[in-house]
T-cell receptor, first 114, second 115 residues
């Protein structure tokens, strides 16, 4: 089975801290995604990556950056956390080049910034 | 740009009722893929079905069925004889086959099935 693992289920950070959310997948997928989920807004794409060291902005990249140094790992970075970044963060991966394949999701990280 | 709209924010039904969740999409590509995911209270998204733009056949899987109509850009999901375990948030999603294959979701529909 495909496994997408997010490093933490719950995180509490202080305003201004640098925050790292880690995601690892074990299926050699090229594409990886970071979403945030907020009530009434659904899943909004923050960043995605289609290969090692390659990244593209999603719909709401402001205040975030990403890193993909290895194929299996995709990190989301909050350079200076703010309270409006309190949210559920979901990581996903999928095979690139075969549009019909589904994405597999991690269990989510609920981040609270105080 | 690609877009997915789920106009129903929340639906409440009583067990054994049938319920349809609407999904309308926008894309300029001729080749694209549509998906439905379920998010139970545990939080993890579970893949339910995919449909490609060349296949307009409806699909039935047990109590679930999907109606894909290109003419109205819709991909609706029906649960027959709903059960309490169907209570979840359901998301519709779209991938265009060109470019970076960005996966875009709708805002989701929360389904509450009461006994």
């Amino acid at each position: 089975d495909v496994k997408v693992t997010q490093s933490s289920r719950y995180l509490v950070k202080r305003t201004g801290e640098k925050v790292f959310l880690e995601c690892v997948q074990d299926m050699d997928h090229e594409n990886m995604f970071w979403y945030r989920q907020d009530p009434g807004l659904g899943l909004r794409l923050i960043y995605f990556s289609y290969d090692v060291k390659m990244k593209e902005k999603g719909d709401i990249p402001e205040g975030y950056s990403v890193s993909r140094e290895k194929k299996e790992r995709f990190s989301l970075i909050l350079e200076s956390a703010s309270t409006n970044q309190t949210s559920m963060y979901l990581c996903a991966s999928r095979i690139r080049g075969r549009g019909g394949t589904e994405a597999f999701f991690g269990q989510g990280t609920r981040l609270t910034v105080v | 740009a690609q877009k997915v709209t789920q106009a129903q924010t929340e639906i409440s039904v009583v067990e054994k009722e049938d319920v349809t969740l609407d999904c309308v999409y926008e894309t300029r590509d001729t080749t694209y893929y549509l998906f439905w995911y379920k998010q139970p209270p545990s939080g993890e998204l579970v893949f339910l079905i995919r449909r490609n733009s060349f296949d307009e056949q409806n699909e039935i899987s047990g109590r679930y069925s999907w109606n894909f109509q290109k003419s109205t850009s819709s991909f609706n999901f029906t649960i027959t004889a709903s059960q309490v375990v169907d209570s979840a948030v359901y998301f519709c999603a779209l991938i265009e086959d060109t470019g970076f294959q960005k996966l875009v979701f709708g805002t989701g529909t929360r389904l509450l099935v009461s006994p």
